[in-house]
């Protein structure tokens, strides 16, 4: 069941189908670059509704802008292969926290150490990068080894340097 506006670009050109390849060329560039690309693909796909928009009626055009949006952030939540998350672990036991996150995600860490505010006492940090989709099983073994590990994630959105990508299955 294709969008009205993408139906009138396959018909003025079957023989170029954006709209049925923009998912494989962005899970391509993601694969080549290393990068979240869904939606410079959403993006992409706008520009060329919008022509089809201005040659065809806009009301056509809008459905198929929604279409695209929701098929698209519906993929991006579901695809968090190349999507990387920080992970800061406080922790009592940051040796062997580090060893289990080489070994799930094969990414190192680093041990960082501090003093806790709370009760005044010396503290490690283990601060590791990690794929999204691999966060749960690190924390679930953080929380193995030390119960009273405290675990902050944020999103990250940037990342420079060498980042370990497992093959594809």
């Known amino acids: 069941n ?15 189908r954006f709209h049925e390849s923009t998912p494989f060329i962005s899970i391509y560039l993601s694969q080549k ?16 509704i919008s022509i089809a928009g201005a040659l065809f009626g806009w009301d056509k055009a809008l459905y198929s802008i929604i279409y695209q949006y929701a098929s698209t952030q519906v993929l991006h939540v579901l695809y968090t292969r ?15 926290i580090c060893d289990e996150i ?3 995600t094969n990414h190192g860490a680093t041990i960082l150490e501090g ?8 503290r490690n940090v283990v601060y590791s990068i990690v794929s999204k989709d ?6 679930r073994r953080a929380r193995e080894i030390d119960q009273d590990a405290f675990a902050n994630e944020m999103k990250t959105e ?3 340097g060498r980042f370990y990508q497992k093959p594809n299955d």
């Not at 003093?115 to 010396?122: A, D, I, Q, V």
């Open 33 to 48: 670059k290393g990068v979240d690309s869904w939606n410079l693909i959403l993006g992409l796909n706008v520009v060329i």
């Open 115 to 122: 003093k806790g505010s709370y009760e005044h006492c010396e």
């Open 102 to 104: 080489y070994a799930i």
């Open 134 to 139: 691999e966060v749960k099983q690190v924390l």
């Open 2 to 16: 294709k969008a009205p506006a993408m139906e009138m670009i396959t018909t003025l050109s079957p023989n170029i």
């Open 82 to 96: 190349y999507q990387k998350r920080t992970l800061f672990i406080v922790t009592k036991k940051p040796e062997e």
């Open 158 to 160: 940037g990342l420079a």
